[in-house]
């Protein structure tokens, strides 16, 4: 399997800012994020900074009881999921998430979103730190062609 990745660091908004920016870069649709780290590590601060970068403004809330919340940017979909409380596969199947032979472009970015792995191959795998000193560290997986492709074609700094 193709793979490459990256590694953002950030320890204020200021600096998360410009990490958001350059992974709203690499996630277009379609595109596929599993992010994973501890409970506050900073997933749904991340998702909310990506989503206002591609200009969607309003609340962007956990979906951690809902498990998916939806948000419109032009004709692409927008999914913001929260497996969390997943305890199944079966659990999986109900939330109707977005298939790979979707007509319409989506992206999908999935707390918790190990649970996915084998659904998606082609991926953005992050895996977000929390330091005892509150800085983050998060190292982004570009797994298959196509993300490893736009992770080799940006120029993205790591920071």
């Given at each position: ?55 969607i403004a309003g609340p962007v809330k956990s ?52 649970w996915l792995r084998q659904w998606y191959p ?38």
């Amino acid at each position: 399997m193709v793979m490459g990745s990256i590694t953002f660091r950030w320890h204020d908004l200021s600096q998360l800012n410009a990490v958001a920016n350059a992974c709203a870069a690499l996630w277009k649709a379609p595109a596929v994020i599993l992010l994973e780290g501890e409970l506050g590590a900073g997933k749904t601060t991340l998702v909310q900074k990506v989503l206002s970068a591609w200009g969607i403004a309003g609340p962007v809330k956990s979906p951690t009881f809902d498990l998916v919340h939806s948000y419109q940017m032009g004709d692409i979909e927008v999914f913001h999921v929260d497996l969390y409380r997943v305890v199944d596969q079966g659990e999986l199947l109900a939330l109707d998430l977005p298939s790979l032979q979707e007509d319409n472009p989506y992206v999908l970015l999935v707390e918790w979103g190990h649970w996915l792995r084998q659904w998606y191959p082609d991926r953005f795998e992050c895996q977000i730190l929390r330091e005892a000193d509150g800085k983050r560290t998060m190292v982004m997986t570009a797994i298959g062609d196509e993300p490893v492709r736009r992770l080799s074609q940006r120029e993205v700094s790591s920071t």
